[in-house]
């Protein structure tokens, strides 16, 4: 499955926030913690250069802690980058991030000059929620579900600290087949841009192979088949999502899957590690240089003449007729 979500305001945030970047001394990124790397903006990553960045690692509770331990460890590897995990139902932790902030520029004095720290992130993984906590009242909207922000906003915080809250931005395309699944499944994009069988599929079979436990308590069977067919068919018994004549149906059980690992009805689930991430990235490199190379091939071939028998005699004619072609005099 492609992603192509890039709704207008997209585009306008993202100019507004190259022209805001040099007069931010934080990046304030925030991250779903049960997908780092797919919720991870690879056009903010580009843009930030050497600028200070706190990776927040938002809805922690509902990610696989030691899932969550491996992103802060690699996330920490990269130069000026801390990371900072959340959950919504604990402020006062949400408020330990200004101390962080602070530490992270520790030549700055707020009091003389406030510390300009801007909040990035894709939609839908808690910015707005963690502004309100932060301000101690409600500035930023919040909702269940992506791009609820659509327009630039700055927050004085009012402790030497100005916070500058972003619109959640997806980029145009995403390459990689599996990160658009793992968006979809945490809800970055809204569910009527996708299909939630395909979606319930994937996540089914990702969960049989790395959280069979969970499943299987979840939805009280014996054990769990080997393929997500079987496995989402004795699920729909199990809640009765039957169509009309007693077929299953399947569209509800897959809707029913996604809404509950949202939800952390099944427990805390990570959908991806950074070991995974560098090794699909790995291939869709390979990809990429296989079609760059097929793409240079198919050029010599139409330079040279030898794309096909047709454009070969084609050419050949061409080049009988300018022989011939007497030249012109004056």
Request: proline fraction near 6%; charged fraction near 25%; aromatic fraction near 6%.
């Amino acid at each position: 499955m492609t992603i192509h979500w890039y709704p207008g305001h997209m585009h306008k945030a993202q100019k507004d926030m190259i022209e805001l970047l040099p007069q931010v001394d934080l990046l304030i990124e925030i991250l779903d913690a049960r997908i780092p790397g797919s919720s991870e903006n690879p056009a903010i990553a580009r843009l930030r250069g050497n600028t200070p960045c706190i990776k927040v690692l938002s809805k922690s509770d509902l990610a696989d802690p030691e899932v969550t331990a491996l992103w802060q460890a690699h996330f920490e590897q990269q130069r000026n980058v801390k990371t900072f995990p959340t959950r919504s139902d604990q402020a006062e932790g949400i408020k330990s991030l200004l101390g962080l902030c602070r530490a992270m520029l520790p030549e700055r004095d707020p009091g003389k000059k406030p510390i300009h720290a801007m909040v990035v992130g894709i939609p839908n993984v808690g910015k707005s929620t963690l502004i309100n906590i932060l301000a101690g009242r409600t500035i930023a909207k919040t909702g269940n579900e992506p791009a609820v922000t659509k327009a630039q906003q700055r927050i004085n915080l009012g402790s030497g600290i100005t916070l500058f809250d972003t619109p959640g931005i997806l980029w145009p395309k995403v390459e990689n087949p599996a990160a658009s699944y793992r968006l979809a499944a945490t809800g970055a994009i809204r569910d009527t841009a996708m299909d939630y069988e395909d979606v319930g599929y994937f996540a089914a079979e990702f969960l049989i192979r790395h959280y069979p436990d969970l499943l299987r308590d979840r939805y009280k069977l014996d054990a769990i088949p080997d393929t997500e067919d079987a496995f989402l068919q004795l699920a729909a018994v199990k809640r009765g999502a039957i169509a009309a004549g007693g077929k299953l149906n399947m569209h509800k059980i897959c809707e029913l899957l996604i809404k509950e690992f949202r939800s952390g009805k099944l427990g805390r689930i990570s959908l991806e590690t950074p070991a995974m991430i560098e090794q699909e990235q790995i291939g869709l490199d390979q990809a990429a240089a296989q079609q760059a190379s097929l793409k240079a091939e198919r050029k010599q071939r139409f330079k040279d003449g030898t794309l096909s028998v047709d454009q070969q005699e084609r050419k050949e004619r061409r080049a009988e007729k300018q022989a011939t072609r007497k030249p012109k005099t004056r």
